[in-house]
Nanobody, 123 residues
């Protein structure tokens, strides 16, 4: 069993930055960040391999968000820059298992999820 705890969310102005953290207890594999905006479904944001050498991003965040991980701390991060109104959402981190499919963007490839952290972008 793996527990994931997100932190770092909050209220930020358009154009601002936030860094989300996801601390894991237990063994993790490839990990991802997803988000769910008001009245919307959960969508892929970014993914990272177990070693951290491979990453993937949704087109909507490429060039603005960076996913990284510190395996010594068992923590994955999401650095979010140049934030837009449409980035407002609850952000969730998740981890795959050793048996999961390859695609980072598929939510059904992830087996453990955090409770989420709210990010609100306003003027």
């Amino acid at each position: 069993q793996v527990q994931l705890v997100e932190s770092g969310g909050g209220l930020v102005q358009v154009g601002g930055s936030l860094r989300l953290s996801c601390a894991a207890s237990g063994r993790t594999f490839s990990m991802g960040w997803f988000r769910q905006g008001p009245g919307k479904g959960r969508v892929f944001v970014a993914g990272i391999s177990r070693s951290g050498d491979l990453t993937d991003y949704a087109d909507s965040v490429k060039g603005r968000f960076t996913i990284s991980r510190d395996n010594a701390k068992n923590t994955v991060y999401l650095q979010m820059n140049s934030l837009k109104y449409e980035d407002t959402a609850v952000y969730y981190c998740a981890t795959k298992s050793r048996f999961s499919g390859v695609a980072y963007y598929r939510a059904d490839n992830y087996v453990y999820w955090g409770q989420g952290t709210q990010v609100t972008v306003s003027s």
